[in-house]
């Protein structure tokens, strides 16, 4: 089926470590996004990228790391994880006059 | 910077009924889009209807359609013959007609809805 892949699904960190969430989109969108969601807060822009090799930061880029190697994935990687960054992490991808098509989500606990 | 306003935190509606979710925003551009997206308790971000502002139209998907006031910067999600599977979190979102994709797609603070039975 045609949309955003994202895994894992869940996953629970030490705090220190370093994790790796993956995102992959097969509709050959040129934007992709990653968010987190956290209760009261909505969602909120990690990092974006506009086509492979161009990053940007978003609204809460501190603690993560992103690379846009292939149009299809875009990885997003927790460098120390802390437990602030105990949340609901989607990837979406959205071609130019459309709106986003999410990835099932990651549910991140950082003890 | 635009912004969206979801009003009302919760809302419920009785199986088989009608209800509407409110929505307003806040930009100075004349281009743009509007999307109310759903999420059930699956957490899955669900696209449910889109609107271009250029359309007076106002958008129609089967039981959920809008009611578009540009001028008045409104943007209603009307959800008809109620279902238990409408029951979910659904947000309210603005994207710029803009360059930067990014920076410019806006979510409301969501509505959380529940359908009696």
């Known amino acids: 089926n045609a949309g955003v892949t994202q895994t894992p699904k869940f996953q629970v960190l030490k705090t220190g470590q370093s994790m790796t969430l993956q995102c992959a989109q097969d509709?050959?969108?040129?934007?992709m996004s990653w968010y987190r969601q956290d209760p009261g807060m909505g969602l909120r822009l990690i990092h974006y990228?506009?086509?492979?090799?161009?990053?940007d930061q978003g609204e809460v880029p501190n603690g993560y790391n992103v690379s846009r190697s292939t149009t299809e994935d875009f990885p997003l990687r927790l460098l120390s994880a802390a437990p602030s960054q105990t949340s609901v992490y989607f990837c979406?991808?959205?071609?130019?006059?459309?709106?986003?098509?999410f990835g099932s989500g990651t549910r991140l606990t950082v003890v | 910077a635009q912004t969206v306003t979801q009003s009302q935190p919760e809302m419920s509606v009785q199986e088989a009924e009608t209800v509407t979710l409110s929505c307003t925003y806040d930009?100075?551009?004349?281009?743009?889009?509007l999307f109310w997206y759903k999420q059930p308790p699956s957490r899955q971000m669900i696209l449910v209807i889109r609107?271009?502002?250029?359309?007076?139209q106002n958008a129609t998907e089967n039981r959920f359609s809008v009611n578009f006031q540009k001028a008045a910067k409104s943007f209603s999600l009307k959800i008809s013959d109620s279902q238990l599977g409408d029951a979910a979190m659904y947000f309210c979102?603005?994207?710029?007609?803009?360059?930067?994709?990014?920076?410019?797609?806006?979510f409301g603070p969501g509505t959380r809805l529940s359908v009696l039975p």
């Open positions: 609107q271009e502002a250029y359309k007076q």
């Open positions: 509709m050959n969108h040129e934007y």
């Open positions: 990228s506009v086509g492979a090799g161009i990053t």
């Open positions: 930009t100075s551009e004349s281009d743009y889009y």
């Open positions: 979102a603005y994207r710029s007609e803009a360059n930067n994709y990014g920076q410019n797609f806006v």
């Open positions: 979406a991808s959205m071609r130019p006059s459309g709106g986003y098509t």
